[in-house]
């Protein structure tokens, strides 16, 4: 019977286990929703003001980034991390700080690398073997154009001012529920406009002001707007990583509560089947 009662106390455990994990799912199924609906109304907005930049820029010199084109020798990197503030989400934050590692040994190995932490599960990690200049894991409490400006700013200005010579950004880019794609996308300097058409711009526009300076206004909003389109990917990829995660966990509960189940009643015939059979023995023996 002490067998039986360890099996029951374990067919309980699961079963709890069961249901918290099916509460989480459920909140992240209605979180993605949310988070889903915002990034894909964003990617629209943020081609369009990429292609428009673009096809500026193409009929414009090289230099007409000013200061967040400057291609320097790089010796001193800072790689923006973004992950969660919360785990329970299978590979999402992993994969991320694997891509980290993979990045500062593969491609930066001869340079000195720094790391912008966004999230708390990303910053615990890479804190412990490299240098993480800053964090912020309040990002996610109000996930907001203005609040990502600020740290795009922070960026630009650690980058005209020297303090780095490259700047890239590592985050999950969200395709669907099950399947999120990690990207290392470069932020400053801005990359060269590679192949580009001066036939895209129609000469019958009149450029009021002057190309240059709309360039030059388009620049910060554009890179603004990559890091909140990257932030707002991986809040979303973290929502579809942590629902099917936990579909996945309350499944395997349900394979094991079954199984326990089925052990547990195999145990509890075996169980009565011997008490039978010393019923059956005892009255023969006293019938003898």
């Known amino acids: 019977m002490a067998n039986l009662k360890e099996i029951r106390n374990r067919i309980t455990s699961i079963k709890s286990t069961m ?3 099916s509460a989480m799912k459920m909140v992240s199924a209605a979180k993605l929703k949310k988070a889903q609906d915002a990034i894909i109304a964003m990617r629209p907005y943020s081609s369009k003001l990429t292609e428009l930049l673009q096809n500026l820029s193409a009929t414009l010199d090289s230099d007409a980034g000013g200061d ?11 790689l923006v991390a973004v992950t969660s503030n919360r785990g329970l989400c299978g590979g999402f934050n992993s994969s991320i700080t694997k891509q980290v590692v993979r ?37 996610y409490d109000d996930l907001t154009f203005d609040n990502v400006a600020g740290i795009a700013e922070k960026l630009m200005d650690l980058f005209v001012d020297g303090s780095y010579d490259k700047i890239e950004i590592v985050y999950n880019q969200f395709k669907n529920a099950a399947t999120q794609i990690t990207q290392v996308e470069q932020f400053l300097p801005i990359k060269p406009i590679e192949g580009g058409d001066v036939s895209a711009v129609n000469s019958d526009y009149i450029f009021e002001p002057s190309k240059e300076e709309i360039v ?12 909140y389109k990257a932030i707002r990917d991986s809040f979303a990829s973290e929502h579809g990583a942590r629902m099917t995660a936990m579909h996945k966990a309350t499944d395997n509960a349900t394979d094991l509560r079954d199984e326990l189940l089925l052990t547990y009643n195999k145990a509890r015939q075996a169980a009565i089947t011997n008490e039978i059979l010393e019923i059956v023995g005892g009255a023969e023996a006293l019938n003898n």
């Open 103 to 139: 990045t500062v040994n593969e491609k930066y190995a001869d340079a000195e690398v720094d790391l912008f932490a966004i999230g708390k599960k990303g910053g615990d990690v890479l804190s412990k073997t490299y240098n993480v200049v800053a964090t912020r894991n309040d990002i």
């Open 216 to 227: 030059l206004a388009l620049i910060p909003k554009s890179l603004k707007t990559q890091l």
């Open 68 to 78: 967040y084109s400057t291609e320097r020798e790089v010796s001193k990197v800072l």
């Open 19 to 21: 249901q918290i994990t």
